[in-house]
C-alpha cells in the first residue's frame, strides 16, 4: 500500500493539471514499514525528455542523485516515482514497465483528461530486469503526513 497525504496528492494533480498536455513526473520520499510505502515527501521534477513530452518522460540524474541525497540526510529513501498520462488511463504502459528500473518503488500515474486530472493508479515493480513485473497497490490518502514509526 502507498500512503500518502492529501496535500502530496493533490501537489501531483495539480502538477499533472498544470503540465498538460504534457507528462510531469516526480519523485516520492519516505519510508516502508510494516509493508506499508509512506510518503513524507513529494520532489517535483523536470520532464528532461526533448521529444514526445506528451506520452513520455525523464527524470534528470542529476535531480535523482540530490533527490538521494536529500532522503539520507532525512533518514529516508527513495520509495516511488510519479507521473501524468494526459489523455490516457491511469495504467502503465510497456514504456513505463521497459523504463522502470527502482524495484520496490511505487509507480504511481495520474490520469489527465483534457486537462483535468483524474483516476489515479500504483503500482509496485517487482522482479529483477529479467522478470521485472508491476504489481497494482492501494493508495490510502490521509488528511496530513502521518509521523514515521522507526524501530532502533
Request: proline share 4%; hydrophobic share 35%; net charge negative.
Amino acid at each position: 500500500m502507498l500512503r500518502i497525504s492529501r496535500a502530496d496528492y493533490d501537489l501531483i494533480r495539480w502538477e499533472a493539471e498544470r503540465n498538460y498536455p504534457n507528462e510531469c513526473c516526480g519523485i516520492l520520499l519516505g519510508n516502508v514499514i510494516e509493508g506499508v510505502r509512506q510518503v513524507s515527501m513529494t520532489i517535483t521534477c523536470d520532464n528532461a525528455r526533448t521529444d514526445s513530452l506528451a506520452n513520455r518522460y525523464s527524470i534528470r540524474p542529476d535531480q535523482v542523485v540530490a533527490t538521494q541525497k536529500l532522503a539520507r540526510s532525512r533518514g529516508e529513501n527513495i520509495i516511488g516515482f510519479y507521473h501524468s498520462h494526459p489523455d490516457h488511463p491511469a495504467d502503465y504502459s510497456r514504456t513505463d514497465l521497459d523504463e522502470a528500473h527502482w524495484f520496490d518503488c511505487s509507480y504511481l500515474i495520474i490520469s489527465v483528461e483534457r486537462g483535468s486530472p483524474g483516476a489515479t493508479s500504483s503500482f509496485v515493480l517487482l522482479g529483477g530486469e529479467d522478470r521485472k513485473k508491476f504489481e497494482q497497490e492501494a493508495i490510502q490518502i490521509v488528511a496530513y503526513r502521518q509521523p514515521l514509526k522507526v524501530a532502533l
